[in-house]
C-alpha cells in the first residue's frame, strides 16, 4: 500500500535530478539568510553556483550538534521569525539544548512524510493509533500525530502517561496500532503481565511502530512475540523534522529513507570521507525541503550501512540497515571498542532475560551488567541463576572480548527512564 506512490516509486534518474534541484535550492537559501553558513562557504572558498552535480554535497560544510547548541535560540533560522509557526528541542541533558523551528510548510510536509511512513507499514484510517511518545519539546509526539491524523486513524495522544492509563485507553477504544519507545514496549509488557493481561488476547493491537532509540532485532522479536503484533522500526531524529525520515516497509528489512527530502551519505566517522555503498560508516543527512531551517550535511554520529539493493517493496528509496549505536555511545573497556548494542543482542537471546537491563562502569573499566530476569526465569534456584549467570557472561565475553561482572535481579528491580531509556552508566565520566 501507497500513501504517494508517485513519489515513493519515482525513478532513481528523476528522484536525483529532484535531490539535485532542491540541494541547489536549499544551498542558495541558507547561502542568503544564514550568516552561518554564509561565513562557512566563504571560508571554503564556494558559492551556490558550485554546486553542479550531486556530488558536489561534498563541497559542502558539515554541521554538527556543537554549532546547533552554539547557533542557539534562532541563530540557523532561515526565514523571518513570524514565518515559523513551531519549536521543537532536542535533548538538552547538558546545557542548552538544540532548537529547530518549522514552517507551515515544514509542519504540513513532516505529516506527509509520516503518512507515507504509516501507510508503508500496513496502517490506514481504519486503524486506532495510540501514541504512547511524550507531547511536547519532543517531536516524536505532535510530529507523529499529525502524520497520523492525516492517514486518517483515530489517534489517541496518550503520550508516555501512566501505564494504567495507557491500558484503559487500549481496551476501551480497541487500540490496534501504536507509537512506542522500544524500552517502555518491553516495560510495559511487565505491567501487563502483573495485571494478569494476555495481550495476544485481551489487546487489538497488531501493528507497533518502534523507535527513537536503539533497539536490536532481537528485542523487536521479542516485542512481536509478547504481543502478538507485527513491529516497525522508525528512525528519526529532531534536526531532520523528528519521526517520519526513514521507516521499515512491509518486509521489515531495512529502513526506507525518504530520499526526495534528505541527502543521505556515510562518511568514516574519523576522517569524515565518504564510504562507498555498504560499508558502515557515520550517517549524514542533508535537508532538501526544510524552509524554516535547513540543515547541511548534518552529522547524526549513528553509525549504519547504506542497502544498495531495491526492495521488493517497489519504493525506490534507498534503505539503510537498523541503526548498530551512535559513535559517541562507544564504549572503551580495557582498550576494547564495543557498543552497548552488542550486549543488548546477547541478553534478548536468552528467554529468561526480562525486560529492563543496566550497564555500569566504574573503577578502571569494570564493566557490571545489570539484568531483570522474568519471574519464571527468577525461579530462586540458586544452581540454576548461577548457571545463567555463567553462560551469560561466556557468550558476552564471545560477542565483546571483555568479560563482564553479570548481576541477575527480579523483575522490576531496575529503575526505568520517564522518556528513552537509559542503558549505560558510565561512572568514569563522572
Ligand atoms: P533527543 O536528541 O532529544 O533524544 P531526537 O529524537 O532528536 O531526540 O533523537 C534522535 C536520535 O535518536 C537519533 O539520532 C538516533 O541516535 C536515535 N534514534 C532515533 N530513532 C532510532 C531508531 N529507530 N534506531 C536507533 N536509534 C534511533
Ligand atoms: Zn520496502
Redesign the pocket.
Known sequence: MFWDQESETITRSTLQQLQLKRLQDTVQRVAQRVPFYRDKFKKLGITPADIKSLDDVRRLPFTT?ADLRANYPDGLLAVERDEAVRLH?????TGK??AIFFSRKDVDNAAELIARSLVMTGITKKDVFQNMMSYG????GLVMHYGAEKVGCLVIPSGPGTSERQLMLMQDFRTTAVHIL?SYALYFAGFLEQKGIDPRKDLALRKAC??????TEETRRRIEQIYGCDVY???????MN??GI?FECEHKAG?HLWEDNFILEIIHPDTGEPLPEGQTGE?VLTSLKREAMPILRYR???ITSIIPEPCKCGRTHRRFA??T??SD?MLIIRGVNMFPQQIERVLMSFPQVGRNYVIVIEGLDDMTIKVELTAAGFDGQVEHLSALQKQMVEKLKAETWVRPKVELVPAGSLPVAE??AKRVIDKRSL
Open positions: 550538534s528541542t532536542s535533548s538538552g541533558t539544548p538544540k519539546l519532543f517531536t516524536g522500544p518502534v523507535g527513537a532509540e536503539p533497539h522500526n522508525s528512525y528519526g531524529l529532531t534536526e523528528g519521526p526513514a529502513l550517517m547524526t554520529r549513528d537498523r541503526i549505536g551512535r555511545d522518556g528513552k
